[in-house]
């Protein structure tokens, strides 16, 4: 049961009003990709102990997407944020880097 | 015997009796008794017998970690299994009855299983699973049917008779565990002016220390835990709560609470269970820490209890197990009994301390009151079979010859203490082993993690390690004040209150008593008694290779019993690690996991149950279909008219008559249940455009076209019907099950995609009323109500229009999931009742009737249009059915057109869909496949094709259906087979899955 922050309407919302999207900043691959680029897009995930970016919506809320930046393995929430972007803002990367010295996630760190 | 004291009892009231039966037997007790307690004092220390011997068991424990006293409690819509006796407080007029036992308690045949002992070893369960059939049948199951199952299930026509609720609570710091410890840091926490929730599980506070003596600065423990009371109950920001068990602990500082209101005055008004959902800042854990047995050859004989519990059932409530006592220890605290129960008046007969050098102030206490004691010694067995008789006295260092014998009827054992830190552990709090004490306490540097990576459980006195009095307060003080700070209040720094108590010599860990004993013995030491696992077990698993902890428990089913292991844990631990020569650190614990203790399954549904369970979604014509015969029929959370059944008729004569009617006359349908959302924006073509395998972008204001969605996997997820509004609007409709899914897979794409584009998406499924007007006289009814011009002229099919029927305010569309001439007509849904009355008026002269959502799938299925859910699976794509007609070519992309590209979507043997005609008439089976050549890798046989929907036609007057088969449109014809569950084999024929009205000319005029 855990508590997020929305970014959107600033509540600290609890796992309950919250639905799971999985993981953050995946590229989409459409028509034109090759088969591998569309398997990975559709089917390979990152399943690490510890740093993780995901996707969470308010959903018994304000119904907004948005990204988690969080540790699997301790449950640490490092940060919330727009799930409007590429890639996590900096203070994100900062709040992860303060806390998890040298982390990486796909092509972050 | 076991019986009632003349003096002490502070819990009870000697002069309020209480009459209550145990197995039809009438006895009786005091307020302030627990069942346990009354039941000794009534001389009724069998309580019981275990889950796999069916041996005699008695109470062993005075709390919530008692493993054997269990009893079926109460009678009717409240009979419950499984309670414990001894956290049962006794009321007027509880029934209460033993378990696993048959014919009787006293006489059991089931108990023949402690003679087919050495066939029922560790691992019995796994092992049996290696033998054929017949061995299973004939061998096992009979033996295994008669034993499984600890209790009775209640009756399952009964329902239960009380309420349950849950109740939402925020606290700075939650205190779990109402002894000193719990009090004094509650009170450390609450003035820093931390808001404190404090919750103890038993009607009583103070926990043992009233009963273990000692003072706290200066006063009895009695006295100094009324007076924190009465400073804490006078304190705003503290709430405090008794019968209310801290249950679990979860995820950034989410935590159970399990508070028991009505168990002691069942019947009382209000809930009976309340499930607090708290959300704390910190968690301090002041839980306490629970005695452990020995092992000894006969400890689970009626008359051999924990030391403490012993001394618990004499201070507290005036009952002694037994007349002729015998404590066996490996600490000082067991001394404690032996005092207490020489001041009430108990035989003490001697103290067998297993350490050589013998206690300290407190067995000097004891010889000063005349008790013998024993340094050194051990108990090698115990006699007697439903009652202690006598023991067998060995050196501990030993196997346990040389013995003297002496006649007692109850045992104290002592095995040391250890923390009670269940609710420090469930949410990843980590432990160290203490060497000195001989117990795993919470590890400082590793507790669970808050949101904020920061600790969010703190443990408090004896949960924590502590044992002396002053040494747990102490560590409650700074506790309450380390939570207070985590919690972002400033503490009062205080001293802790003085506690004194006398000096206690070091325990020496003794895991087997004697320390050597031999095979015999071991395989009498019991170390779960609820589920007869015995030192022997637990050896015999380590030599099997189970090197694992989590894998010995499983396979010996140590500590699965209802007690969670509470008592057996730790001995059990040892044990392995012995056997496989390891430290008990480095073999660990098994996982803590919540509850606590049993909650109610009445709790953790809380209000949810019958009407409220799921809220019902209702159609604005819903109260009229009801009214009306309508036979419900589930559909997502809404109610649908599967039919509207008239008097004498039977649901499939309804289904017929409204099938024939639609096609016929004039026919209803309340379709207010389909999603319609709306899509708006200067981007929403183009958005749309991605969503739907059609081009929605190019539709003309006023035109409606039939769409498909997929998945960005490729599969079909929803169909339905847009309108384009106007140059930046659509309407979307979607199945009935869809819309809020369908809602939510726009608005995901819309935020987390194309956030760029200028879209907004709104479900407006509730807003309107839609009602289709179907069949030949559908016009003629809408022209009867008068207003716009319904002329096919005016709105040609697959066209629709705002305008007034009647005095109705109304959005018509010319759409047709019947084939026959249709007009589904939208109304504000405060509308919708009315507007469907009007309708059911006016059509009279014209044949009106409603029909539900059988006649709407029959008359779909006679015009082959596919149905999501039925020609859908979830791995079907618009290929596989025939649409591809819908699947734009000119599109660059859509969701799903990549997916659709991959090798095995594009695979000519997917199986396709097809009409199916069976060759005499009748139905398939739904579901059912047809059966191709040959056999399969696991020899059966090959299949070539499912049916995926199957009806009676009343107007073909046969049976319909479609399905998937492999090559089906290259087989038009030919005859396949399709066996069905019933033995029998149904031949149909392949077909054009259109059966009726193929040129589409009646939904066209
Ligand atoms: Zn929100």
Redesign the pocket.
């Known amino acids: 049961m855990l508590t997020l922050h929305?970014p959107?309407?600033?509540?600290n919302?609890d796992e309950t009003e919250l639905d799971a999207g999985g993981e953050a900043h995946i590229k989409r691959h459409g028509p034109g990709s090759d088969d591998n680029q569309f398997h990975d897009y559709l089917f390979t995930r990152e399943n690490p102990k510890g740093v993780h970016l995901e996707r969470w919506r308010?959903a018994a809320?304000?119904?907004?997407w948005f990204h988690a930046a969080r540790c699997t393995a301790t449950l640490e929430v490092f940060g919330t944020y727009p799930a409007q972007v590429y890639e996590p803002p900096q203070d994100i990367k900062d709040a992860i880097s303060a806390k998890r010295p040298g982390w990486s996630w796909r092509e972050f760190e | 015997m076991s019986t009632r004291l003349a003096k002490q009892g502070r819990l009870i009231d000697r002069s309020k009796q209480i009459t209550f039966k145990f197995n039809g037997t009438t006895m009786r007790g005091f307020e302030g008794d627990t069942l346990a307690s009354a039941l000794m004092a009534n001389d009724q220390m069998m309580m019981g017998r275990s889950f796999k011997y069916h041996r005699p068991r008695g109470v062993v424990a005075s709390g919530a970690e008692e493993p054997n006293a269990l009893v079926g409690l109460g009678e009717g819509a409240r009979f419950e299994p499984n309670q414990r006796a001894t956290t049962t407080e006794l009321f007027e007029g509880l029934t209460s009855i033993s378990q696993n036992h048959w014919p009787n308690l006293e006489f059991d045949v089931g108990a023949v299983n402690t003679a087919l002992a050495r066939f029922l070893p560790a691992g019995f369960y796994y092992k049996m699973f290696i033998h054929p059939q017949p061995f299973w049948k004939h061998v096992y199951e009979p033996i295994i049917r008669h034993s499984a199952g600890l209790g009775k299930a209640p009756d399952k026509e009964t329902k239960d008779a009380d309420t349950y609720e849950h109740f939402y609570a925020f606290a700075d710091v939650l205190v779990v565990g109402g002894g000193v410890a719990g009090l004094q840091a509650a009170k450390a926490a609450a003035q820093s002016g931390a808001k404190v929730l404090l919750v103890e599980q038993t009607s009583h506070w103070g926990g043992r220390a009233p009963v273990d003596g000692g003072t706290i600065d200066g006063l009895a423990p009695d006295a100094w835990v009324e007076q924190t009371l009465t400073e804490l109950k006078a304190t705003d920001n503290v709430t405090i709560r008794t019968r209310t068990m801290g249950s679990g602990v979860y995820d950034h500082g989410y935590a159970l609470a399990y508070e028991r209101l009505t168990d002691h005055t069942p019947g009382a008004p209000g809930p009976r269970h309340r499930l607090w959902r708290i959300r704390a800042k910190q968690i301090v854990t002041a839980t306490g820490a629970i005695e452990r047995p020995l092992s000894f050859a006969g400890n689970d004989v009626p008359g051999v209890m924990l030391a403490s519990a012993m001394r618990d059932y004499v201070v507290n409530w005036g009952v002694t197990p037994g007349q002729r006592v015998i404590v066996a220890t490996n600490n000082d605290d067991a001394y404690r009994t032996a005092i207490s129960l020489k001041k009430a008046g108990v035989d003490v007969l001697r103290v067998i301390d297993a350490r050589t050098s013998g206690g300290g102030a407190l067995a000097d206490e004891a010889r000063s009151l005349g008790i013998r004691v024993d340094p050194g010694k051990a108990i090698a067995k115990v006699k007697g079979g439903k009652r202690v008789k006598k023991v067998a006295i060995c050196n501990q260092d030993g196997i346990g010859g040389a013995r003297e014998e002496v006649a007692c009827d109850a045992i104290a054992m002592s095995g040391g203490w250890s923390p009670v830190v269940h609710l420090w552990s469930h949410c990843g709090g980590k432990l160290i082993w203490d060497d000195a004490l001989a117990h795993f306490r919470p590890d400082p540097a590793r507790p669970p993690l808050g949101a904020d990576g920061n600790g969010f459980v703190v443990p408090a006195g004896a949960a924590n390690g502590p044992v002396s009095l002053g040494d747990v307060l102490a560590d409650a003080q700074t506790a309450g004040e380390a939570a207070a700070n985590a919690a972002g209040f400033t503490p009062k720094t205080a001293d802790a209150p003085k506690g004194v108590s006398e000096l206690e010599l070091p325990l020496e860990p003794v895991w087997l008593m004697p320390a050597n004993a031999d095979m015999p013995l071991r395989m009498k030491a019991w170390l779960d008694f609820q589920n007869d696992v015995k030192v022997s077990d637990v050896q015999l698993a380590a030599r099997e290779g189970y090197e694992s902890v989590e894998h010995t428990k499983r396979y010996t089913t140590l500590g699965m019993a209802t007690d969670q292991g509470k008592l057996s844990n730790i001995n059990g631990l040892a044990t392995l690690a012995n056997a496989l020569g390891e430290d008990i650190p480095q073999v660990g614990t098994t996982t803590f996991r919540p509850p606590y203790t049993p909650i109610s399954m009445g709790s953790i549904g809380g209000e949810a149950r019958g009407e409220v369970f799921q809220p019902i979604r209702k159609t604005p014509v819903h109260e009229w279909n009801d009214a009306n015969g309508a036979d419900w029929e589930p559909v997502g959370h809404w109610r649908r008219p599967y039919a509207y059944v008239r008097p004498g008729e039977g649901v499939h004569d309804a289904v017929n008559r409204e099938v024939k009617n639609a096609r016929e006359n004039l026919g209803l349908l309340d379709a207010s249940t389909l999603g319609k959302i709306i899509v708006k924006g200067p981007d929403a073509g183009k958005f749309l455009d991605m969503m739907y395998t059609n081009m929605m972008s190019n539709l003309k204001p006023g035109k409606c076209r039939y769409g498909l969605m997929c998945s960005e996997n490729g599969f079909l997820i929803d169909d339905g019907v847009v309108a384009r509004m106007d140059d930046d609007t659509w309407l979307c409709h979607t199945t009935t099950g869809g819309a809020e899914r369908i809602h939510g897979h726009m608005e995901e794409w819309m935020q987390t995609e194309w956030w760029d584009w200028n879209v907004y998406v709104a479900n407006v499924t509730e807003q309107y009323a839609q009602i289709a007007v179907v069949g030949p006289n559908a016009r003629k009814v809408l022209e009867k109500l008068g207003g716009m011009d319904v002329s096919d002229a005016a709105i040609p099919f697959m066209g629709w229009a705002d305008g007034k029927i009647g005095d109705f305010d109304c959005r018509m569309f010319r759409i047709s999931f019947s084939g026959e001439l249709s007009c589904e007509i939208a109304v504000p849904a405060s509308q919708g009742l009315a507007f469907w009355e009007a309708l059911i008026e006016a059509g009279k002269e014209f044949g009106v009737m409603p029909y539900g959502t059988e006649a709407l799938h029959i008359l779909r299925a006679e015009k082959g249009f596919i149905m999501i859910g039925d020609e859908t699976d979830g791995t079907i794509i618009p290929q596989d059915l025939g649409l591809n007609w819908a699947i734009s070519k000119k599109k660059e992309d859509f969701l799903g057109k990549r997916a659709q590209q991959r090798s095995h979507m594009t695979d000519r043997n997917r199986w396709k869909l097809v009409g199916l005609e069976t060759v005499d008439g009748s139905v398939l089976p739904d579901g059912a496949y047809a059966a191709g050549e040959g056999v399969n890798a696991n020899g059966q046989r090959n299949v070539i094709g499912r049916v995926t929907s199957t009806y009676y036609s009343a107007n073909l007057d046969r049976g319909i259906a479609m399905g998937l088969v492999l090559h089906g449109p290259d087989r038009m014809g030919e005859v396949i087979e399709f066996p069905g569950t019933d033995g029998k084999i149904y031949k149909a024929k392949i077909v054009d899955p259109v059966f009726y009205d193929k040129e589409g000319k009646k939904q066209n005029v």
């Open positions: 929305c959107y309407c600033g509540v919302a308010h809320g304000c119904g907004k």
